[in-house]
């Protein structure tokens, strides 16, 4: 079986560090050969740059702009009327993805928009998702870039945002029928939205252009007390044979060093 492949989240991990450009550099100390971020838009890009290439790590993922998050914004993919601001921030995205080699981004859905029921806006804001994902596709595919949408819990984390389950996401996927555009598959998401994580993952591995793990609820290391049987659902997906990244997303519950004994634990085959 191939080994599975982790990258640290520095926007997770590594913390103790104010700047980016520190994580990436703790990051590759501690053995990850990649990372992912996911809003690196207030740091320097020439520093970032230079600290990639010189920890010599892979960038693997980042997110598009959140938006004005103080007026309320996670994302713009889905919400009607802010089409060319999402415009924006994908170009910016493009910008950072471009000088960091980075060859997949989170088109950030967005939260229903306040004073607004679901269910009202529903159809409307899937088809504005539709449409911004079709025109994303086709920028980025001439990048070599792959597109991702995450599904996010509506019940602990985010109860506005749009989308919340990965079944509205594989319908949306097949709505927009690019083959680039691609599933994210957040582990801790998922449980809390869906369970059943095992079918899930055999129904849409050939959709998940990506991986992210948590432990359920705390959202802390995968081996911490909690819901999910990490062993059992790595040894899953290396069955699968999935060959993407698995990004470690989760609160240390202590420093990030000291909690990362779980990868020797749990993936002894990986990197």
């Known amino acids: 079986m191939a080994p599975l492949k982790l990258c640290a989240n520095i926007s997770w991990l590594f913390t103790e560090l104010p700047d980016f450009h520190q994580r990436i550099s703790a990051a590759a100390a501690a053995g990850f050969q990649a990372v992912e971020a996911a809003w690196l838009y207030e ?20 997110n598009t702009p959140p938006g004005d998050i103080k007026g309320g914004d996670l994302g713009l993919g889905a919400v009607p009327g802010r089409e060319a601001e999402f415009r924006q921030g994908l170009d910016l ?7 960091l080699e980075c060859k997949r981004i989170h088109l950030m859905a967005g939260r229903v ?11 409307e804001m899937e088809a504005v998702f539709v449409q911004n994902l079709k025109y994303a596709a086709d920028i980025l595919s001439k990048e070599g870039i792959t597109g991702l949408i995450e599904p996010i819990n509506t019940r602990i984390t985010d109860p506005r945002y749009f989308l919340d389950s990965p079944h509205q996401a594989a319908e949306i996927l097949e709505k927009v029928g690019k083959p680039n555009i691609k599933l994210q598959m957040d582990v801790f998401h998922w449980q809390i939205m869906d369970g059943n994580l095992t079918q899930n993952m055999h129904k849409y591995l050939p959709l998940i252009g990506h991986v992210q793990v948590a432990q359920v609820p705390g959202r802390n290391e995968p081996d911490s007390a909690g819901e999910l049987d990490y062993r059992y659902l790595f040894n899953t997906l290396e069955r699968l044979q999935y060959q993407g990244y698995i990004g470690c997303e989760y609160k240390p519950l202590g420093s ?6 779980w990868i020797r634990d749990y993936c002894t085959h990986s990197e």
Not at 256 to 261: A, I, S, V, Y
Request: glycine residues 10%; aromatic residues 2%; hydrophobic residues 45%.
């Open 93 to 99: 995205a493009l910008k950072y993805a471009r000088a």
């Open 256 to 261: 990030t060093q000291e909690g990362l004994g």
């Open 113 to 123: 928009p306040m004073g607004s029921q679901r269910k009202a806006v529903a159809k």
């Open 43 to 62: 740091s320097d890009l020439e520093q970032l740059r230079r600290a990639r290439e010189a920890a010599g790590v892979e960038l693997v993922l980042i």
